[in-house]
């Protein structure tokens, strides 16, 4: 797997307290590659400045 | 071939309600029939992993009391039915929470149960936890998978197991085994069946729907599970139609789209087959006096990342307290979602967000002008067992790809036969509409498949 994905993952996972089990990072290397990678291109869309997800509405209530 | 010449575990929901209504069928002896088809043939495939065969003939019993008594509940009443594990039923909660208590009837179960079906148990799903289950199989071809996760619902219902089966889609869940098993599968608008006691994958992605042997069967369920329920926040207060008015064949005037630069950029990845049987669906919607119209939808491309991404952060975000166990004791595909979700950052989640509004947007402009929209469902008929390796399903949740641009636009989605393999293995074609117009859907798949009836194959398995 990718050095700096490798790292970046170790650390959030030592973050939560958590470690890998071992093997996953080697199982799921190209997985990961490959989502890390098209993580880039969903950032290539022009959006507007105003064009927004879902947003907190006050009259939501959650029931 | 007439009712009275099938064998009574391959009725159709619709005609063997229509038996039970007329008295000519009693629920007792269509269970029995359906228990002894388990009996029979769910060894080779491993679809059941809680048979709940003693409860399920008292249920039977008593629907048939009851509709003695001149109380006849509807087109649900006294049919056997069966449910993905992932939805939790009283005395048997999902195995996949795992870490987690269930909440009794999940609220599609309950609502099955008071429109009087009778439970014959719990489905096998992808990724349970535990000691290794059997995959579940193809019953065209033990040697191919059903497709996933709800891999239990695609073979019991093909095989005749079970009349009808719920199944949940965040990805495809539904429409993928529907597809692989020549099924009428349904993943109706978010938020139009309630997700309470569905255990959790992705809040805002998880569909739960019908699976069934013919549209019309899709539509009773849908009546019977469909409406707002106060314990799930997400559920619609949008009034409910009655799906069964969607049954009648006419398609005339109705504008299909064709999403053809989408299905250019996946074509690569789709067999020539699937393609040429999903043209020639589409030709036959011409054909019955369809208009067919090509339509841009500029964002697809980034669709199935988009909803990728917020379902590995919503799973991370739903698995947070019970991380450490999944990663000791998950299943791989579990584990690997949980990698995934915390390698993405907020900016990339809020990204997948406003992408999510960017395609929804786009699609309101498309149904301006189109009833619903035509596409493939999958890349081609279902694999060999041999050739699927255990997180495979990943990679298709992050590419360009058939299913995940409908869960994240909920739009809902109608996923039905339209030929076989030379190897006779069922290919799909999905029926997208706009939101909560799961009518037009139901009467678009109904019409092709009246006129088509590729639902009179069935797999040979004994």
Redo the contacts between chains.
Sequence with gaps: MDKL?EQ??RA??AR??????AG??E??AE??E???G??K?????N?GAE????VFRPD???? | MAIAEKPLHYLTIHEAQQLIRSRKLSPVELTSAVLERISAVDGKLHAFINLKAESAMSEARAAEAEIARGNWRGPMHGIPVAVKDQLDVEGAPARVRQFTQGVGDATAVRKLREAGAVMLGKLHMSSMPGPELPLPRNPWNTGHITGGSSTGSGASVAAGLCLGSLGEDTAGSIRNPSAFCGLAGLKATYGRVSRYGLAPLSWSLDHCGPMARVVEDTAHMLNAIAGHDPKDPTSSTVPVADYTSALREDVKGLVVGVPRDYINECASRTESLVLKLVGAAIDEFKSLGARVEEVKIPTLNLATIANAVIYYNEFWAAHKSDAAGVLKTGAAQRRARIYLGLLTNSADYIQAQRVRSRVRAEFAEVFKKVDCLALPCQTGPAPLVKDVGPIDTLFKHVVPEYNGPFNLAGLPTLVIPCGFSENNLPIALQLVGEPFDEVTVLRAGYTYQQHMKWYERRPEIQ
């Design positions: 994905i970046c993952l959030l996972l939560e307290g958590l470690e890998p089990k996953d990072l199982q799921f997985i990961i490959l989502y890390v098209n993580l291109i969903l950032h290539s869309v959006l064009e927004l997800g879902p939501w209530t959650g029931k």
